[in-house]
Structure formats: structure tokens, C-alpha cells
């Protein structure tokens, strides 16, 4: 009797609990293989991807697979006060005779050079000797490579080389900080007027910041209008928000070209109202007040849209029941309004710096010199340098400090809030 | 927004400063727009207001521009626009299809893992542009498809399917799965119940993920700059091109019909919105 009661089962004479079980089971193959395209597209197009940037980014496996028997040797060089016994000495001839066979030296001197400046003089020295038949293999190599040139005497060129050994290196992200693997391995910064990428990470937060900042002190006043407006006005005035939000970027950076130029029509006014002689128009494109100008207008959108929808659902009568205990219209405002808005600003605030600090067309149209920013340097590297695994470095340090933000939206807001137009 | 004609003085000036602002941030955000528009008709070739437009002169103004926009020697636009529409239309169709399945799954409620799966679905939305051409660029060299149309589609795809995936998994919220169920239990086949009864009641939320996915393409340059060749150029590459090198009036031609299209997808958009809000029942 109890055992009919605990289990119950369907026509098939199976128990409920497992027919129900393996219908839920069903149920979850199905949804899941519907994600699946996307999923499997995402994850062989992009995620992968993402990780090869990483693998590239460490990369230093070039010279490990150029100098196999040198780093095979150098395991048994172990005071390294002093210059290597002479098997290293034979095994890194060996290796470069090779490469000299393959046409292949040129890029070890330079990558060499890399590690230590006065590589490439000396490694070329020893190409010409190989190539003159002038090294006698049957006697002592290490006297005869000493004797070409001093730097072949100094051990720091051998520790150098054997810096070099490990096929992954983080090397790339350390020049993205400035700073490099000093000769005895220690990490040191470069001097001071070298220090190119330290600048461009600062201005890239310190514009991210600002325009988010300019963006919040101009998008919340126009966010609570359309959102306190009768329907049909603010539909209207929704358009001045959704046009630009619309257009293309670049045909925005464009106007803000034609508008800040010397010539232009911001000056113009300028000159009319007196602020400025004709004579005397001062700048306004390439530099900061141009890039801040453009990002502002071009992601104030971003700002306005997240808090409209969080304003609007904010109960008039809120204020009102506020008022009518005694608060004036600010205090109603400060201690009941703005409070309720806070998802909203959270929101569109981390939105727009998200954005913001990965930017990279408009800074680099009306940004000039000064308006450079890392996304601008990322993209030199991949083209014109063609230093990919610097770049991929510097790309995955901006995509930690964006998923970090992205963790404290989620936090914050949760991913499933955000709200398009 | 009248006051009550019991306001203190100082909350009236304070209304009326806040109005201004208002006014001013409007202002800020549209009016750079309509520069464009007097500019692309000058008769000159300098960017500024000429003296005789400044007089309204019909000299001074002329259609030379839009001319040399279709009609000019050597020039790139046509071969651009073509490409822009090609690649924004198959990236649109592979967008829809791919977010649309996936918004599906999503919204079931038996997904595992529904988390994590849609922040990495989402993810190409986050992650910035610069990184993402970085990444797209290393897989489409690997797998040969750089400067070719397949490859800017695919990676227009992938840019594209997460606004499709947010909007209609939006429309999905608000779904009643009793009708899949009606239909199902009236001996429709899951295939048929799709077409014939949930789609089109997320045909809004579809529509508008696809018009995001399209303009996305349309005015994609971060990742276009990567993989284009010669052969690929689409509209914004010639547009950065010459927003580098010199400003023509050409280009302010070829903006202010971006502008108009762009007008266009903003009123089929919010009519999709107003239509989507009608259909699922929500009434303001």
C-alpha cells in the first residue's frame, strides 16, 4: 500500500518522477540547441579569437624554437658571475651558423637588440666571420668569438640571451606600463621622458571620466523633462534625442569638423559676441576641447536613454506626496526623486564610459596629438607598426579594466536592464 | 509643465533656469546636424557660409556636390554604397536568424546556464570595438577570409547579434506561452506554431533588433578598417578617408543623405516600438 502511494505512474507503467525528468530533459536539449548556432558561431569567431590575442600577446616561442641547443647548453652554465663554459659558446654557434645557412640571423640580431641595444653590431660581426670561413671549428670557439669584440666578453650578453630562453614572456604588457626587464631580470621603468603609454592610459580615464561626467550634468536635466513632459511634447523633443542617437558617427564627427574650425561657425559667434578678436580665433580642433566637445554630444544618447526609462516609471505623485509633508521642491527632489533615479544613473553612467574608453574614430579625427587615446595607439601598432602581439597586449589590459566596470554594471544593474531607444 | 500659480519667485527663476538648460542640451544635440544640410548645397568648395548664403543668394547655392557624388570622375562612392548595402543586408540577415533562434532559447525556461550564456552572447556589444577588430581580424586572416565580403559579413554578424538578442528576448518577456500551448494542444506541429503564431507577434521586436543590426553594419568603420581591402571600401571607410585627408563638400552631400536614411530608420523604428507595445497589451 505505501509503495502505491510513493510511486505514481503514467500509462506506460513508468514512475511519474522519472517521466517528468526526462521530459525536463527534453525541454533543455531543445532550448539549449536553439543558442547552440549562435553560440558555436560566437565562440570559433570571437571568443577563440580573443584568446589567440592572449596567446599572441605572450608569444616569445621565435627565438626558443631559433636556439634550441644555446638554451639546452645554458642548463649547465651555473655560475653566472662569470661567461659560459665553452659548450655554450659551441651551441650557440652551432644554432647561428644555422640560421646564417637559412637567411634567418637578421631577425635574431634584432630581436636581440631588443633585449639588450648592441646586439645587432656584434651578432653581424659574427655572421661576416662565419660567412668569410675565418672560424676554425677544431680549437676552442669561445676564444675566438671573445676575441671579435668586447661585448662577446661581457657576461650581460650572455644573461641576456638566456633571458630570452622561456618560449612565453610578459614582456609586451610590461612596455604597455612602461617598464621593461632590467639586465639582471628585475623590472624597471623607463626614464622619465619615455614614458609614452603611462600618458595615454591617463588621458584615456581622465576623457572617459569627463565625458561621462559632462554627459550626466546635461542628459539628467533633459531625461527628467522628456520624462515629466505630456506624451505628445515629449515625443517630439524625443527626436532631438533619438536623430543623433540614429546617425552615423562619422557623418556627427563631421559636423563637429565643420563647426569648430577656425573658420567655422562656433568661432564666428565667438567673434560676434565679442569674446574673441577675429584675428585672434583660437583652436578648437585637434586638441582635448574638441575631443571632449564631440564624444559628449555623440554619447550624450547613451546617457539620456537609460535614465528616461527609469524616470518614467518614477510616480508623479511621489514629489507630490514629498511637498505635501512639508519638504520644499528641493529637498522632495533630493531625498525622494533622486534616489529612485540611481539604477538609471548607474546605468547610462557606466554605459557611456564603457564606450568612452574604448573610443577610437572620433579622438582620432578631431582629437589631433593631444586627443590620442589608447584605442588610437592599439590600432597603430596593428597597422603600421605591425607589432600584433603589442597590440593584442595593450587590447586585453583594456578589455580587464572594461570587464571590471562591466562586473560592477551587472552588480549594479544586472545585464538583462539594458534598454535600446 | 505650467506652475501653479502659487510657486515662490525664487522656484519660478529656478524653473526657468532649468528650462533654459534643457533648451541649451536640445539645442547641443541636434543642431549640429543641420550644419550639414546648407553646406552640402554651397556653390564654393570651402566649408564655410559664403557670403551669398549668408544673403540667401540662390547663386550661392547649387546641387555641383550631389553631381559630383554620383556623376564624378574616379570616384568611390558608388562602388561603396553598393558594397555598404550588400554586406549591411546579409549581416542583417545572418543577425536576425542567428539572435532571433538563440532570443528563443533564451527565454525558455529550461535554459541551463541562462547567465552566463547571454553575457557571452552579448559580449561582442561590450567588449570595445578596437579590441573586437583586433580579435575578428586574427580569425579572418587565419581562416583566409580578409578583404573579402564573407569576411566583413561575418563579422558584421557577430557585431549585429546581440542588439537582435536583447530586443527580442525583450519581446519575449512579455510573451504568453499559453498560446504555444493552445496551438500545440489543437495538433500543430512546433515548426507551424512558430510561423503561424509566435513570430508574428515578435515580428516587432525582430524588425528592430534587425534594424539595429543593419545600421551597426551600415556604420561600422573600427572593424571594416581592418579587414577591407580595396575592393571592399563601403561608405564609412571612404567617408574616414576623407575626413582625414580634406574635407569635400562631397562628403557633406553623401551625410545629409545618411541623415535622411537615418531619419527614415528612426520612423520606422518608433512606429515598430509603438506597434510592438500595442500588440503585447502595454497601454500609456
Redesign the interface.
Known amino acids: 500500500m505505501s509503495s502505491e502511494t510513493k510511486q505514481i505512474l503514467t500509462t506506460d507503467g513508468i514512475p511519474l518522477e522519472v517521466s517528468l525528468k526526462k521530459a ?1 530533459k527534453k ?2 536539449i ?10 558555436l ?10 584568446g ?2 592572449f596567446m ?1 600577446s605572450v608569444d616569445d616561442k621565435m627565438i626558443t624554437n631559433m636556439l634550441p641547443k644555446t638554451f639546452k647548453a645554458m642548463e649547465k652554465w651555473e655560475n653566472l658571475e662569470e661567461l659560459p663554459p665553452e659548450e655554450v659558446y659551441r651551441s650557440f654557434y652551432e644554432d647561428y651558423k644555422l640560421l646564417a645557412e637559412n637567411q634567418q640571423h637578421g631577425k635574431l640580431g634584432q630581436r636581440l637588440n631588443k633585449e639588450k641595444n648592441g646586439f645587432n653590431t656584434i651578432t653581424k660581426k659574427l655572421f661576416r666571420q662565419i660567412k668569410r670561413k675565418k672560424i676554425d671549428e677544431s680549437v676552442s670557439l669561445k676564444e675566438q668569438i671573445n676575441k671579435l669584440h668586447k661585448r662577446w666578453r661581457n657576461v650581460e650578453y650572455w644573461l641576456a640571451i638566456k633571458r630570452t630562453a622561456p618560449p612565453y614572456t610578459v614582456a609586451k604588457y610590461l612596455k604597455g606600463m612602461d617598464m621593461y626587464f632590467d639586465s639582471d631580470g628585475s623590472i624597471t621603468q623607463v626614464e622619465e621622458d619615455r614614458r609614452i603609454h603611462r600618458i595615454l592610459w591617463l588621458r584615456t580615464l581622465e576623457i572617459a571620466f569627463f565625458v561621462t561626467l559632462f554627459s550626466f550634468f ?2 539628467y ?2 531625461a527628467h ?1 522628456l520624462a ?2 505630456p ?1 505628445k511634447y515629449s515625443n517630439l ?1 524625443m ?6 542617437f ?14 569648430l ?1 577656425q ?3 562656433v568661432n564666428d559667434f565667438f567673434v560676434m559676441i565679442g569674446l574673441v578678436g577675429d584675428d585672434n580665433r583660437p583652436e578648437m580642433m585637434y586638441n582635448k576641447v574638441g575631443t571632449y566637445v564631440a564624444m559628449t ?1 555623440i554619447l ?2 547613451f546617457m539620456v536613454l537609460p535614465l528616461y526609462s527609469v524616470m518614467k516609471t518614477i510616480s508623479p505623485s511621489l514629489m507630490r506626496a514629498g511637498k505635501s509633508l512639508g519638504g520644499t ?1 528641493f529637498v522632495a527632489f533630493w531625498k525622494v526623486y533622486f534616489p529612485l533615479t540611481i539604477p538609471g544613473i548607474g546605468a547610462g553612467c557606466l554605459l557611456v564610459f ?1 564606450l568612452a ?2 573610443y ?2 572620433t579622438p ?2 578631431v582629437g589631433g596629438a593631444s586627443g590620442t587615446l589608447i ?1 588610437n595607439q ?2 597603430f601598432h ?2 603600421t607598426t605591425l607589432d ?1 602581439s603589442f ?2 597586449a595593450m ?2 589590459m ?2 580587464t579594466g ?1 570587464l571590471v566596470i ?1 562586473w560592477i554594471y ?1 552588480k549594479l544593474v544586472g ?2 536592464n ?4 | 509643465m505650467a506652475l501653479p500659480s502659487y510657486t515662490e519667485t525664487r522656484y519660478r527663476i529656478w524653473h526657468y533656469i532649468y528650462l533654459t538648460i534643457c533648451t541649451f542640451v536640445f539645442f547641443f544635440l541636434i543642431a549640429p546636424l543641420f550644419v550639414i544640410f546648407p553646406l552640402s548645397f554651397n556653390a564654393e568648395e570651402f566649408l564655410v557660409f559664403s557670403e551669398g548664403m549668408k544673403n540667401l543668394d540662390p547663386d550661392a547655392f547649387s546641387l555641383r556636390w550631389y553631381k559630383d557624388m554620383i556623376y564624378g570622375t574616379k570616384n568611390p562612392w558608388g562602388l561603396a554604397a553598393k558594397n555598404s548595402f550588400i554586406i549591411a543586408i546579409f549581416a542583417t540577415i545572418g543577425s536576425i536568424i542567428l539572435g532571433t533562434l538563440a532570443a528563443l532559447g533564451l527565454s525558455s525556461r529550461h535554459m541551463p546556464y541562462k547567465g552566463l550564456i547571454m553575457a557571452t552572447l552579448i559580449s561582442p556589444m561590450i567588449v570595445p570595438l578596437i579590441i573586437s577588430g583586433v580579435a575578428i581580424f586574427f580569425f579572418m586572416a587565419k581562416a583566409g577570409l580578409a578583404a573579402t565580403h564573407t569576411g566583413i559579413v561575418l563579422a558584421h554578424i557577430i557585431l549585429g547579434t546581440p542588439f537582435v538578442v536583447i530586443t527580442v528576448t525583450a519581446t519575449l518577456s512579455g510573451f504568453d506561452h499559453s498560446v504555444t500551448r493552445a496551438a500545440a494542444s489543437l495538433g500543430s506541429n512546433p515548426v507551424n506554431t512558430f510561423m503561424k503564431i509566435t513570430l508574428p507577434l515578435i515580428l516587432p521586436g525582430v524588425i528592430s533588433g534587425g534594424l539595429f543590426a543593419f545600421v551597426t553594419s551600415f556604420d561600422e568603420v573600427v572593424v571594416v578598417l581592418f579587414l577591407a581591402g580595396l575592393e571592399n571600401t563601403t561608405i564609412p571607410i571612404q567617408m574616414w578617408t576623407g575626413l582625414r585627408e580634406q574635407l569635400s563638400p562631397t562628403i557633406l552631400a553623401v551625410a545629409t543623405c545618411l541623415i535622411l536614411l537615418s531619419t527614415l530608420i528612426l520612423i520606422s523604428a518608433e512606429l515598430l516600438r509603438r506597434r510592438s507595445e500595442r500588440l503585447r497589451g502595454i497601454n500609456r
Open positions: 525536463e525541454n533543455k531543445k532550448a539549449f540547441l536553439l543558442v547552440a548556432p549562435l553560440l558561431f560566437l565562440v570559433i569567431t570571437y571568443i577563440f579569437p580573443i589567440d590575442m599572441r546635461m542628459g536635466p533633459i523633462l515629466t513632459l506624451m523633443l527626436i532631438c534625442v533619438l536623430l543623433p540614429w546617425t552615423s558617427l562619422l557623418v556627427r564627427t563631421a559636423s563637429w569638423m565643420i563647426l574650425q573658420q567655422g561657425l554630444q550624450l544618447p521642491p564603457i574608453i574604448g577610437y574614430i582620432a579625427l584605442s592599439i590600432a596593428m597597422k600584433w597590440a593584442s587590447g586585453l583594456l578589455l572594461v562591466y551587472n545585464v538583462d539594458i534598454k535600446l531607444g
